[in-house]
């Protein structure tokens, strides 16, 4: 069959023919602008930067996202670096502690917010006034029952009855400690530090400005660190080092060593796989360097456009790859079987332009059009996941058309690669190899069996898809257990997780366990708990939001100057009983601890030690603006229901004032990210079909058969998603916010095999489906293979949702590939019959 000349093909003679041309005559021309495109291109993608937290996944509008940056400008001490530090002597280790204090309080407010090794200043402040946290009600019972213990000491009893004596044990229940009530140990604080029961291990907490991720800083704030602990670190005490800024920094490491390893193993992967279709490393080299600089470009861009990457567009690169070279791979194929069939150098680029610009800028803008639905959406995880793969694959194609010509022309230059004899042995296998064959003759010889009874099963599994894929959505296919899109632990732990799991023990919760909410004024504070508590009491049995909202007040009873009254009342009559004798010395040194101060006074906010109100203070010093609300006791906060739940409860907040207060935190972040997801999937979905629907009808509408064409192509699209939502159903998977991105993805991606199987098929004529898929299907085969380990190789990722994205692209890929090269074939062929016409042999 001898191929049509490119004006009978419909390519524009005018441009395409001087660029070919000069792609032939000249070709280090366009390879020279090439290299100066790219090299500003290596330094900007480069710098581009990570984020990895879930509020880069939501929009900068968003409510919850500004009130978390307004929180954390606000908010002192945003991260913490924990010294751990371990030895024998007990004196040694405290007054070591209480050195390293002062050297690190040296450093400077812009490292080091705050230190502390002890409690001192909490116990000796609060232990005093223990007593005015007792309810005004217990306080006027105790001051009674004293009261008529003073009567009988100084009068006697009149009625015969005795009233209980004033002992440790009496004082201690009433004002001290009731251990009767159980409950779960807390802290030791041996000698009031943040030590062991033992007296070998001692912590120190660092409170720093410096962000979780900036590395840099990180890096410079612990040597600064070790650099103070080692001036004062004596003989036969060791240290450690753990707190969120150690592990975070671990863990960002982590995440940045498993991008670049997934997205080598993904490019090496690929590479290796079209060297195996080629069997010549030229080819690979070819297409390795074309397609690197449409991923440079790709990057480049996005660092100037976007400026970071997050969690759901860092893995991109392997996909980016994988997608866009699939351009190239078709291009150098049609290019191979004409040179297989002996045209000339500069006619067969021209026959590899003329039946391939077309259709792979379809699919270009198709896979574009996937993307983009994507980027349409208010979900920035959406969004710049959207954005990047849309110019990503135009760029891919663009590299591709522009250098992988003349790289070719160079390589035949210098040692042709078809100066075999097409009709000796070695001729005859490379011919095979060239064209695919070994690939696509499978599903040739599938296709011509028995076309009638594939087209059958493929509309019935189709149909059945169709009711899975409906029953799977109704049945909610959220993900809602967390830890399923957390990081796998691999290997051992590292010395500072290790460490972290020591630091609790000894120091207590640093601060309240919940979601900080933030009011501008210290007024609005009280208001905003009694709503919050009236909402948590107003949940049915076993739904409650959340367990308590904490403010500053909790640490400032009310009613303090009644209560004072009572309690220097009390203390003088208990003091007037021992001045009669009636107290032993004995009794009086255990009891005296106990008792509230003669001079207590009543106290307020700005009298609270820096310590004690440290998780109520700003940046600025402002105290009291701060509540917290803390988790339901029994419930996960790593359950994405309850997250909702809780992040409801206080997301806003509307005084009696008629102010709003608004809330965030990763609770109300997360239940964003996942309203963001069910919310825009519709759309995006929705777009992505109308959008690649709209690209394949403007690219057949000229030639022949242009719209059965079209609805032929749709027609394999739709059924391979619709068998995509039956294996979703079938293996019972679950969405989260990466791995939905599959599915409109998958439209534009998915539909490039189709394509390429229908535009070869009109190009070559009626009755020639057979030789199209034996011709065709190889490249079409390859191109599904490369795309595919782009997505196999995120399945080796630490991460759990990236690999969850991984397997549920690859299963589109499947789908869409079956269904282009079994089912579509099958009804070409009876549709060729139904015409009459003859199958070409």
Not at 445 to 455: E, H, K, S
Not at 778 to 800: D, F, K
Not at 817 to 829: D, E, F, R, T
Request: aromatic share 8%.
């Amino acid at each position: 069959m001898s191929d049509p000349t490119p004006r009978e093909a419909g390519a524009p003679l005018g441009f395409l023919a001087r660029f070919i041309r000069l792609q032939v005559e000249r070709p280090w021309l366009g390879l020279l602008c090439g290299l100066l495109l790219t090299i500003p291109s290596v330094f900007l993608a480069r710098k581009r930067e990570l984020h990895t937290g879930f509020e880069s996944l939501l929009p900068d509008n968003k409510p919850s996202v500004k009130e978390l940056q307004r929180v954390g400008g606000r908010t002192a001490g945003v991260s913490t670096l924990v010294v751990v530090a371990e030895g024998n002597d007990k004196l040694a280790l405290q007054k070591f502690g209480d050195a390293a204090v002062l050297e690190l309080r040296a450093l400077g407010t812009d490292w080091v917010g705050t230190v502390e090794n002890n409690v001192k200043a909490e116990q000796e402040f609060l232990g005093k006034r223990r007593a005015l946290f007792l309810s005004l009600q217990k306080i006027q019972e105790l001051h009674d029952k004293i009261e008529d213990r003073y009567d009988y000491e100084v009068h006697g009893s009149l009625t015969g009855d005795v009233p209980e004596a004033i002992t440790r044990a009496t004082i201690e229940k009433e004002l001290g400690v009731d251990k009767s009530k159980g409950g779960a140990e807390g802290p030791p604080y041996l000698d009031g530090y943040y030590m062991n029961k033992e007296g070998t291990r001692l912590i120190t907490v660092i409170r720093t400005p410096v962000n979780v991720g900036d590395l840099e800083r990180t890096k410079a704030l612990r040597a600064k660190v070790e650099g103070a602990v080692a001036k004062v670190l004596p003989p036969g005490v060791t240290v450690g080092y753990t707190g969120d800024l150690i592990t975070g920094a671990e863990q960002y490491g982590q995440v940045k060593e498993d991008l670049a390893s997934v997205g080598a193993a993904g490019i090496g992967l690929i590479l290796l796989v079209d060297f195996l279709f080629f069997l010549r490393i030229r080819a690979v080299v070819a297409m390795g360097l074309s397609i690197g600089v449409g991923v440079l470009w790709c990057f480049a861009l996005t660092r100037l456009v976007i400026g970071h990457l997050n969690t759901a567009s860092g893995f991109l690169v392997s996909i980016v790859f994988g997608n866009g070279l699939n351009y190239g791979i078709l291009l150098r194929a049609r290019y191979n079987e004409a040179r297989r069939e002996g045209a000339s150098l500069h006619d067969a680029v021209t026959i590899a332009y003329r039946d391939t610009w077309r259709p792979t800028l379809t699919v270009a803008a198709a896979a574009g059009v996937g993307y983009v639905s994507l980027a349409t959406t208010d979900f920035r995880g959406f969004r710049d996941f959207g954005a990047i793969g849309g110019y990503g694959m135009l760029l891919c194609w663009l590299a591709n058309y522009l250098f992988m010509i003349p790289l070719l022309v160079v390589f035949e230059r210098v040692a042709p690669t078809h100066g075999v004899h097409p009709d000796t042995f070695l001729g005859r296998i490379q011919s095979r190899i060239d064209a695919g064959i070994p690939y696509g003759a499978p599903f040739a010889w599938f296709a011509r069996r028995a076309p009638a009874l594939v087209a059958v099963l493929g509309l019935a599994f189709t149909a059945w898809a169709g009711w899975a894929s409906y029953r799977y959505i109704r049945n909610d296919p959220m993900e809602y257990e967390l830890w399923r899109l957390e990081n796998e632990d691999r290997g051992q732990p590292s010395a500072a997780s290790k460490l972290g799991d020591v630091v609790v023990p000894l120091t207590g919760r640093t601060g309240p366990d919940g979601m900080a909410i933030m009011v501008d004024k210290i007024e609005q504070v009280k208001p905003l708990v009694t709503i919050l508590h009236a909402r948590r009491d107003a949940a049915p049995p076993g739904q409650k939001p959340f367990e308590k909202a904490v403010s500053i007040f909790d640490l400032v009873p009310d009613q303090q100057a009644e209560k004072v009254v009572l309690l220097k009342a009390m203390r003088k009559r208990i003091d007037r009983i021992r001045e009669l004798g009636k107290i032993t010395d004995a009794d009086w040194k255990e009891m005296e601890p106990f008792l509230p101060p003669a001079d207590i006074t009543a106290y307020g906010v700005t009298d609270l030690p820096e310590r004690v109100a440290r998780p109520f203070t700003e940046k600025d010093g402002t105290r009291g603006r701060i509540v917290y609300i803390a988790p339901t006791d029994g419930r996960s906060v790593r359950d994405a229901r309850y997250l909702k739940i809780w992040a409801d409860a206080y997301r806003e907040t509307k005084l009696p004032s008629g102010e709003t207060i608004i809330g965030s935190g990763r609770a109300v972040i997360f239940a964003d990210m996942l309203a963001g997801v069910w919310e825009e999937s519709p759309k995006a979905i929705v777009l992505s079909f109308l959008g690649t629907a709209l690209v394949v009808a403007v690219a057949f509408t000229r030639g022949p058969k242009g719209k059965r064409a079209a609805v032929l192509v749709v027609l394999a699209l739709a059924m391979g998603i619709a068998w995509m939502g039956g294996a979703f159903y079938f293996f019972k998977m679950k969405l989260n916010f990466l791995n939905f991105i599959a599915v409109p993805i998958t439209f534009g991606i998915g539909v490039d095999y189709a394509i390429n199987v229908v535009n070869r098929w009109r190009l070559d004529g009626p009755g020639s489906v057979i030789h199209t898929v034996r011709e065709t299907g190889g490249a079409v085969v390859l191109c599904s293979l490369t795309t595919s380990l782009g997505y196999v190789v995120l399945m080796r990722s630490i991460n759990n949702a990236v690999k969850s994205f991984g397997l549920a692209a690859v299963l589109g890929e499947l789908t869409c590939i079956l269904a282009a090269l079994v089912v579509l074939p099958a009804i070409l062929i009876l549709l060729d019959r139904r015409a009459g016409v003859r199958e070409q042999r």
